[in-house]
Every structure is written in structure tokens, then in C-alpha cells.
């Protein structure tokens, strides 16, 4: 048998790493690889190939095509023949307009962001998949840590995004995009490229392209900085999530109309997706205690605030709204 490049092993091993870290798939589990056609999402489906043999997990391809620019179905139906072309079972999502209406209160990427996780989870349950991977990078955590820092995020925000997530996998969070474009370039496999990614009009963009690297040459070795400190804040957040759970149920109004599930897990789906994706569904209203809100520490206060709202399917209020919240008792 050949061996694997070595790029490939490198992405294999880390991957691995990430996801015996995390709690990853078990044996006979399903995994569906949302797939675009760029680099990152190729490298992740053939990194997933080389473990998903010895470890008995079923694999499958699903993408959305968001209708949004030219050249999106051709990226869909790229990825289709990719996945046919390995034997794998494919799901491609058509979005139009009305799939995105409904999250246009989050701006357009938000929008299609959370348009595009709305179709996913459907295809992978159809698939019979009951895990769903991205190719989220090491680079995309850095981006993510500066956009938390510019919009005035608090530690939570700053623990970006994780490698679990109830049932979201991103088994690359720990690689570099210059190594998942390495493996696919020794594999033979030419990518897509979104030319949404090169206009510097959307922020994230604006910070790939001039911030980042500029804090690279301030400072070589920012991005894995970056993720360090996504790492550190995770860290203290799970330490959090008990006490930040006990404060919500004691300051819960009883009989509330809607309620909030006090069981459900604080970044399952159905609360937020950590990279920002709203719910695909509510759990209702929350009734919140003033006094009881007003005799927390205010650090755990907010952080109430916030769960409550995550929880109830609604969108979590930034610092000055929470602010305004915890206010309230005192008026």
C-alpha cells in the first residue's frame, strides 16, 4: 500500500489529536464533511478518509450552494463529482432568498452563515451522519479572536471557536491554512476559490488580508498567539458553565411563559453556534429575577444575562445591551 504524503499525515495527526481531545466520533459513528471546494474543506474530507478507515466511521459529503454570485453552482457540483469520484454519499443544499430571510437581522454574512448551517444539519441527518465537521483552521481562530476584540467581546467571546461543539466537529482548528493547502496541492487536487474571499468589504475579510498579517510582522507567531488565547479563555469558561448554570436556574421566574431548559448544554445547537450561527430554534421567553439578578457579582450577572438569552433561541445582547439589562433592578 502507499503511504500518505507527509502533509497529509501531518493534518491526520493533528486532527486525530483534536478529536481523541474532544470526545470525537466512536466506532460505526456517521460523519458528514461540509464541504465548499475550497482548500480547507478538501484537505479536511481526505484528511477524515485517512482515519475514518481504521476507526470504523462512515463518512459523507454535504454542501450548500447560497446562490449568492456566479460560479456557486459550478462549486456545488464540483464538490459533488469530488465525493461521487470516492465512492462517498453527497447532499448538495440550493439556498435562494427566502432561506437567508429569515436571519437578515444579522447582516449578510451572518445571514448566510446561519442560512447555510439551517441546510447542513438537515442533509446530514438524511445522510444518517450524526456528527457534521467543518475545515475550520488555526488561522480562522485567530480571525475570529481579533473580530471578538474589535466588536468589544468579553472572555467568552474571546474563547472563539472550540473543536466540539455538541455535534460540530472541527477537527482542524489546531492546523494552519498554509498546511491544508500544501496537502492538497501534493495530492494532485486543484480547490475552488470564492472571490467573495478576496473584496475587502466585509470585516473578516479586512482582517485576513491586512490585520493578521500585519500583527505577523509585529510579531511572528500572532496567529498562534491568538489561538493560545482562544484556548486559555475556553478553558475558563468551562470552568464557568456550573456556577453560570446554578446562578441562571436560582434567578429564573417560576412558571415564566416559554421557560428556559436549564438542562440544555450552553453550546449545543440549540442555543448559539461558537462562530456565531443563531439557532435554528427557540426555546421560548425568559423571565429573570431583578433582585436575584442584582445580587450576583456582575461579571457572573452578565454572564447570566447572556446564557438566558442564548438559551431562549434569541440573539445574545452585546456588552452595552447586557449593561443596560442588569440596570434595570436598580430603576
Known amino acids: 500500500m502507499t503511504r500518505a504524503p507527509a502533509e497529509l499525515r501531518l493534518l491526520a495527526g493533528r486532527a486525530a489529536r483534536a478529536l481523541a481531545g474532544a470526545g470525537g466520533p466512536a466506532a460505526g459513528d456517521g460523519v458528514a464533511v461540509a464541504v465548499s471546494g475550497g482548500a480547507d474543506s478538501l484537505a479536511l474530507l481526505h484528511t477524515l478518509r485517512a482515519l475514518a478507515g481504521p476507526r470504523d466511521w462512515r463518512l459523507a459529503v454535504v454542501s450548500v450552494d447560497h446562490g449568492l454570485r456566479p460560479g456557486s453552482a459550478a462549486d ?40 447555510r448551517y439551517a441546510a447542513l444539519w438537515p442533509a446530514a441527518d438524511q445522510l444518517g451522519c450524526h456528527w457534521l465537521a467543518t475545515g475550520h483552521t488555526l488561522d480562522d481562530q485567530a480571525e475570529t479572536v ?50 467573495t474571499n478576496a473584496d475587502d468589504g466585509p470585516l473578516r475579510n479586512r482582517v485576513r488580508h491586512h490585520l493578521l498579517p500585519l500583527l505577523e510582522d509585529l510579531r511572528p507567531g500572532a496567529a498562534q498567539t ?46 448559539t453556534l461558537p462562530d456565531g450561527a443563531p439557532t435554528t430554534r427557540g426555546l421560548g421567553a425568559a423571565r429573570l429575577d431583578a433582585e436575584a439578578l442584582a445580587g450576583l457579582p456582575v461579571a457572573l450577572a452578565r454572564r447570566v444575562v447572556r446564557e438566558a438569552a442564548r438559551r431562549a433561541g434569541e440573539p445574545v445582547p452585546d456588552a452595552a445591551a447586557t449593561d443596560r439589562i442588569l440596570g434595570l433592578p436598580a430603576d
Open 226 to 271: 491568538l489561538a493560545r488565547t482562544a484556548a486559555l479563555a475556553a478553558d475558563e469558561r468551562a470552568w464557568l458553565t456550573p456556577l453560570i448554570t446554578e446562578a441562571l436556574t436560582a434567578a429564573l421566574v417560576e412558571g415564566a411563559a416559554g421557560g428556559v431548559d436549564s438542562q440544555a448544554p450552553p453550546n449545543s445547537p440549540s442555543a
Open 76 to 115: 456545488a457540483a464540483f464538490v459533488a463529482d469530488h465525493a461521487k469520484a470516492l465512492g462517498l454519499p453527497v447532499r448538495v443544499a440550493t439556498l435562494g432568498p427566502a432561506d437567508l430571510e429569515p436571519h437578515r437581522r444579522a447582516g449578510p454574512e451572518g445571514a448566510a452563515r446561519a442560512a
Open 146 to 195: 481579533l473580530l471578538q476584540l474589535l466588536r468589544g467581546a468579553g472572555p467568552d467571546g474571546l474563547a472563539g471557536m472550540a473543536v466540539r461543539n455538541d455535534r460540530l466537529l472541527r477537527p482542524l482548528l489546531t492546523a494552519r491554512r498554509a498546511e491544508t493547502r500544501a496537502c492538497c496541492a501534493v495530492i494532485g487536487l486543484t480547490w475552488r476559490e470564492d472571490p
